[in-house]
């Protein structure tokens, strides 16, 4: 935060993705990748997925990222999966948080499905 923003001010979509980022990176998370979205989808800008290495771990991830957005005055639109804790979905409009377990993640493979492009118009 800048000396001439005030505190109550809620973070850029930007912003939001930078402290979504370090509360993975402070909880050592897993092969975070962040995804533009903005060409694909009209919902969110960035995707986040990174991975814990137990339920207990992907739990304190997602935990550790709504902690983090609390403190800037960021309230999540959805949570999903917390009780379990093989899948997270953390919703904040424009930015997406997805923290899975390795083998969760590699089945849905989230990555692949949003980095590929539109396929090309095909000839009747």
């Known amino acids: 935060m800048t000396a001439e923003s005030s505190a109550d001010e809620t973070p850029s979509g930007a912003a ?68 379990v804790g093989e899948w997270v979905l953390v919703d904040f409009g424009d930015v997406v948080v997805h923290v899975m377990q390795p083998a969760i993640r590699s089945f849905y493979d989230l990555e692949r499905l949003w980095s590929v492009q539109a396929a090309q118009p095909q000839e009747i």
């Not at 975070?32 to 997925?49: A, F, G, K, T």
């Open 16 to 83: 939001l993705l930078e402290i979504t980022q370090h509360a993975l990176e402070d909880l050592k998370a897993l092969e975070p990748v962040v995804l533009d979205v903005r060409d694909l989808s009209s919902v969110m800008d960035w995707l986040v997925v990174a991975s814990g290495t137990s339920s207990r771990h992907v739990k304190s991830l997602a935990d550790n990222v709504l902690m983090k957005a609390k403190e800037r005055g960021v309230r999540p639109l959805g949570i999903e999966g917390e009780r």
